[in-house]
């Protein structure tokens, strides 16, 4: 091809939107003008003979009622309609079961890529890769997943896991290369620069991949929410991610010739009121957001007190609104005591009023109560763990029926209902499916004698307001006491 034109390639991209179809904080986001970007741009590159991507680089589910409580399919069928040509498994994707999962891709009809999630026999569940064949260029898409999802995520896995990502890449690369004439990672693996607390050393990320690959033309990232206003060149990789809720559109111009890119520019679009909506694309979402409406604005009580679960408080130490979510299972299940995980507290709520669309915005996942028994020796192993959580993390527990001290990160003088703990007893203890499971580093509990009461986290947090009617108080006695 000696006198042939480069190619144009150009790649749309968004990440992260956990459930945001409608525009939020008055005109920002929303599925209908991330359709009107991208169909104005196929527009105007396809009149040049380039060509247009439009990717999601995972983590679709949970994070708004409407589009929870229907499984995200609102979310999907809107992609789907978009054009998408394909999304990597964000860790979120694992917040429902697998067969879940795989509904999602029919309603999405594109593919959902993981290279690196696996069975037993580290066969890939999803399919690892696609190729794009556009006639004059065919352009190669890996999925990567972070290992991540072992431990924030380990409900729905099921006898499968997650392998290195980065052994993926390597191991996928030549098939790739001998099918494609660039190659696209689209990866759920997160812009980590410098130590990021929650990231212990082992887990593969985006930076890293650019850093020390020379192959990989473009590196479309999600995970991290991290908006790169101006997606960098790292050692001939374009490395970009937009954010997250759909605030921004990314979009990457390539010029390719011979596989090799060699003019590119990027840009994030932000999506906003200066953006019209796609007629098409907001029917369908509004017709999804009336579905749940009524349901969703049922009131369920009322609190004089402002809820807390600020992300950085419930990840910190104890807040009122902890209190009253463990104080619900306790008291839905008859429990002895009970606990949960910090960083499964997404909102606050504030004074006045409380719909169920406020108790579905601060318990998103869909967890349901577990009650488990356990002896005194594992509620001691279990406490002695939570008890060398540093701030910040997910992995902080709230209690309920139990108070405790830390003393150089163990767990002292623990106290079940003013009772001390007895080792030899054993204790019906309440906490959620996603703990039951091992998940933030629980392994202990994983296996255990428990059950899955049936019953969903945030169906017994509106039935235990309802039954309170008024939230007063306003106390938070202190249930865990540090003390060093
Ligand atoms: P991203 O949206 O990019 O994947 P994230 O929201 O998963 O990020 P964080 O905000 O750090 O990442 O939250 C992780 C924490 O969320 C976990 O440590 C855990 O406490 C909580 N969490 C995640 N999934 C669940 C779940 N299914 N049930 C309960 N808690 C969960
Ligand atoms: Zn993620």
Redesign the pocket.
Known sequence: SLFAEPVQLTVLHVN?T?GHVWSFDKDIGGFARIATIVNDVKAEVEKKGGHVLFLHAG?VNTGVPESDQLDAIPDFVALHYMGADAMVL???EF?IPLNTLKMQQRYAGFPFLSANFVDKNLYPIFDPYIVKDFGDLKVGIIGLTTEQTTV??S?YLENNMFSSAYEALNDYMPVLKEKSDIQIVLSHLGYYSGNKP?LPVGYTTSNEIALNRNDIALIVDG???TLLENPEMINNTILTQSGEWGKYVGRVDMWIEDGRVIDWKAQQIPVNSQIKEDPFIKMIADMYYNMGAEKLNEKVGVTNVYLDGERNHVRSGETNLGHLIVDSMVWKTDSDFGFM????IRASIDKGDISYRDILTVLP?G?TVYVMKLNGNTVKEVLDFAATIPDG???KLHVSGVTFEIVDGKANNIMINGEPLDINKVYNVAT?N?LASG??GYKMLKGLNGYDTGFVAADVLKEYIMHLGTIENSNIEKRIIVKN
């Not at 995980?341 to 499964?344: D, Q, S, V």
Request: hydrophobic letters at 15%.
């Open positions: 992260d956990h983590d964000g860790n979120h917040d924030l995520e409900l929650n995970h991290s929410h995980n910090g960083g499964g996942f967890n993390q997910g992995a959620n996603y998940g933030d």
